[in-house]
């Protein structure tokens, strides 16, 4: 009899062991496949802005800012400035941004994204070009989970010269899941210089 309880009891508590064992892997297969959904949804935000920002020009984009800013030159006054602001010409302009990025960030970071960065800063130059991206790494920062860099290609094509390869990288701030606080591109110039220099020989 007292072996038989004995073997009862035992089995008792391994089965409760068993039972949280199962218990505590089940909790760190959800915990860590919460944050790979996290890290890819965040991943797949940076990604999408950095195609649209780097394939391209956007020729949309091009025509309705340059319609919105001529607009906007010829107001004269408070008043004018505040009626160009309501006007279909700007909500149309503003509303194609908002459209394009807005998903991608937190409210502060599309409105620092769109003013301070800025948004299509690579699709104003008046020439006739092609750019368009490959190779693009993002990696999650292992000290600031918050951070992310990224490295990626882009080729660039204007009139009848050969393509030419610019390596850029840059960094993510992202304060919640799939939204972006702050992104930076760096270039160092490079890019940004030949697109200049292109405009110019080519206006």
């Known amino acids: 009899m007292n072996t038989y309880h004995e073997n009862k009891t035992m089995l008792s508590k391994l089965a ?16 860590d496949t919460g944050a790979a959904e996290e890290t890819d949804k965040s991943k797949e935000a940076i990604q999408a802005v950095i195609e649209e920002e780097f394939n391209g020009p956007d020729e949309t984009y091009i025509e309705l800012s340059n319609t919105a800013m001529e607009l906007q030159q010829e107001a004269q006054n408070q008043e004018e400035y505040d009626a160009y602001l309501q006007s279909p010409e700007n909500k149309k302009w503003e509303d194609y941004m908002a459209d394009t990025y807005a998903s991608y960030f937190t409210e502060d970071g599309y409105e620092d994204f769109i003013t301070i960065t800025p948004a299509y800063g690579y699709s104003h130059y008046e020439h006739d070009y092609n750019m368009s991206t490959s190779d693009l790494e993002i990696t999650r920062s292992e000290k600031n989970p918050k951070i992310y ?6 080729e660039y094509e204007s009139g009848n010269s050969e393509p030419e390869q610019y390596d850029l990288k840059g960094e993510a701030i992202l304060t919640e899941e799939g939204k972006i606080e702050r992104i930076i591109y760096g270039d160092r110039g490079e890019l940004r210089q030949r697109l200049s220099d292109d405009s110019n020989s080519q206006n």
């Open 16 to 31: 409760g062991m068993m039972f949280f064992v199962l218990s505590v892997l089940l909790i760190t297969g959800c915990s």
């Open 149 to 154: 860099r990224f490295t990626f290609t882009v």
